[in-house]
């Protein structure tokens, strides 16, 4: 073989044929999909639902639903939003790959709260008028049973092993417990005055009761039932948990605040002003932020939970509610 110093091998184009080849794949790989999040924003007052994107903070998409829409329960498993629509008494239930409603559940008397189980198999709903709870298979969307609870039921949660709901009934001034495997009722609670929203920890160790009537929370060692009442703003209406269960964030409609609990040492550590008459209120743990819904001002407040300061407010429909899980992280 007769190689020529100052003639390059045909190897060498082939090494840089490859060179340039595996630039180009590392040029045109497709980049991890990020996780981002959905507010869905039920507002009473005009029959919709506003779909927010917690990213950009902005309302991306507004849908029609029933006749006053209060309460909602989302799953990022089913890809599904559940509205409780009050006055035309069903359930909404809206793709959120689409945002737009795919079905109807009718529901007697005036369905409130709504809760998923953990694996999103089962939505309860809570009938305000009737005193029940309805059982519903999400998979065939039909009511399986109904469940005589006290008087007034509003909010309710479900434990993260699935084995217990907890309903906030109104007007008994009590907590059901019911064992989600036999539909029994284990016990009740007694709480605070008018107890309307339910706040569970993500690991269940903590309930919390939000008491309207006498401007104070309930706070509830599931393990050992121990009982601690705070006060908080006046007149509170719903609360919910950061993430690492440090933080506990309450509404209060009648002062247009949030106040912000540190839940070891259960004091109050700030108050943030927000919209009028705050409602809902939910965590997004992906951007540390908690959206707040105004039924007064029409508006969601945005709030940086990580200073715990007021960040944006964004423009919603009509007296918006969100009563319940209305954050989607996907």
């Known amino acids: 073989m007769n190689i020529q110093p100052n003639k390059p091998l045909k190897l060498n184009h082939f090494v840089i044929a490859l060179a340039i080849a595996a630039l180009n794949i590392s040029c045109t790989m497709i980049p991890t999909q990020q996780k981002h999040s959905l507010a869905y924003i039920t507002n009473q007052g005009e029959n919709t639902v506003s779909v927010i ?107 993260p092993d699935n084995q217990q709901l907890y309903v906030a009934n109104r007007d008994s001034n009590e907590i059901t417990i019911i064992d989600t495997t036999t539909l029994d009722i284990k016990k009740t609670i007694p709480v605070g005055k008018h107890p309307y929203g339910l706040a569970l920890s993500t690991s269940g160790k903590w309930l919390v009761s939000v008491n309207v009537k006498e401007d104070s929370i309930s706070i509830i060692n599931t393990e050992t039932e121990q009982q601690q009442r705070l006060k908080v703003g006046y007149h509170p209406y719903c609360a919910t948990f950061s993430l690492d269960e440090k933080t506990l964030y309450v509404t209060n409609t009648e002062d247009d605040s949030v106040t912000v609990i540190d839940v070891a040492t259960q004091k109050t550590i700030a108050s943030i002003d927000v919209g009028n008459i705050p409602e809902g209120i939910n965590i997004d743990a992906i951007n540390h932020r908690a959206y707040v819904a105004n039924w007064g001002s029409s508006n969601v407040s945005v709030i940086n939970t990580n200073t715990n300061t007021l960040l944006t407010t964004i423009k919603t429909g009509e007296k918006s509610r969100a009563f319940g899980q209305f954050i989607l992280s996907r």
């Open 53 to 159: 994107d917690t990213t950009e903070n902005t309302v991306i998409k507004t849908i029609q639903v029933g006749k006053a829409p209060v309460g909602i329960a989302v799953s990022a498993q089913l890809q599904r939003a559940y509205i409780s629509n009050v006055e035309s008494q069903n359930i909404s239930i809206i793709n959120t790959q689409t945002n737009a409603v795919i079905g109807t559940i009718q529901a007697s008397g005036s369905p409130v709260g709504l809760a998923l189980s953990p694996d999103s198999k089962t939505l309860y709903v809570a009938d305000w008028f009737g005193n029940h709870v309805l059982v519903v298979d999400t998979y065939q969307n039909k009511i399986l049973r109904e469940l005589k609870v006290a008087n007034a039921p509003a909010g309710m949660v479900v434990s």
